[in-house]
């Protein structure tokens, strides 16, 4: 059975910090918010504010017009008004010893992502270097929004650790800001779109990811591939570091499989289509209309609308799929299920 109750995290904020930050990445007003959810709005700012509780029937409003599921939204409600007092004593006493508990040290040590001859005699230390935060509270702080929207995004059976997905993040974020870029252009990217899907046709990633890497920079775009941590199972993801630099991260999960090249063009999907504002996080079965915008604007780019009907009448057969890719001018391997 789906594990409901895997996002747990160690910080209080009331759920309408949630709703507001969607609110203000869909542009979407207080007013609007309170027509579309059908309810006065006192109601509306109170469930804002958090004096009034999320009710099995609220939940299933707020999944139908700012997406999530209707478990998250409970989740969240229980976390917050059913625990506040015995959370926050949770809080007090943990010590910082604990949060190494939470995080994967083993794999953050064998990937070479911290000091090593530090974290051999102080690793609280080499993992709040690694994080760039001074204390264990800070490291909440600063990736409680982060982590938030990844279980706002993923379906209630997304298992991995909340700290697991923060030091892969905080990994390709390290990486991506290293990558000189110029800034941000999407009218670019869109343009060059052409140019990267003939990438699809060269399998070997040591030929085409240095050139992929090249071209996404132009745009200002830093393309990062980063090994999975044990306990986070994400194989992609997307955030803009700065309003002039986008992060596109790919795990090594599909590295050199049929799906790298989906996945990438699924990203960039988001990055064109969506809100600078949000993070999406790709791992297992997604939720909401913008993953299912970034999986058509995908399957476009990589066979283009008027071969779409001839896709889907061809045969399951290998040559039948190589000549159609060839006419196409994509690899075989790249053509997206019919």
Known sequence: MPEKTAFKPD??????????????????SVEEFAQRMGCSLKQVNELLTGRATISPETALKLELVLGGSADFW??????????????QGNLQAKRPADWLNDLPIKDMRRFGW????????????????????A????????????????AFRTSPSFASKPAAVAAWLRKGEIEGAAIECKPWNDELLQKTLLEIRRLTRKRDPKLFLPELSLLCAECGVAVVIVRAPEGCRASGATRFLSPSKALLMLSFR??????????FFHEVGHLLLHSKKSLFLESGK????????????????????????????????RHAIRDFAKTVGVSPCACPER
């Open 135 to 150: 204390n264990v509270d800070a490291f909440r702080t600063t990736y409680r929004r982060v982590l938030e929207q990844a």
């Open 11 to 28: 910080w209080i904020s009331p759920p309408g910090e949630t709703m507001a930050d969607i609110l203000e990445s869909q542009g979407c």
């Open 74 to 87: 409970m989740i969240r409600e229980a976390q917050y008004s059913g625990s506040v007092v015995h959370h």
């Open 286 to 317: 997604m939720l909401g209309t913008e993953e299912e915008e970034a999986n058509e604007f995908a399957g476009l780019v990589l066979v283009p609308s008027e071969y779409q009907q001839r896709l889907r009448r061809l045969p399951i057969d």
């Open 114 to 133: 911290l000091d090593s001859r530090l974290s051999a005699i102080d690793p609280v230390t080499a993992c709040l270097r690694f994080f760039g935060v």
């Open 254 to 263: 599909y590295l050199s499989d049929d799906h790298f090249w989906f996945s």
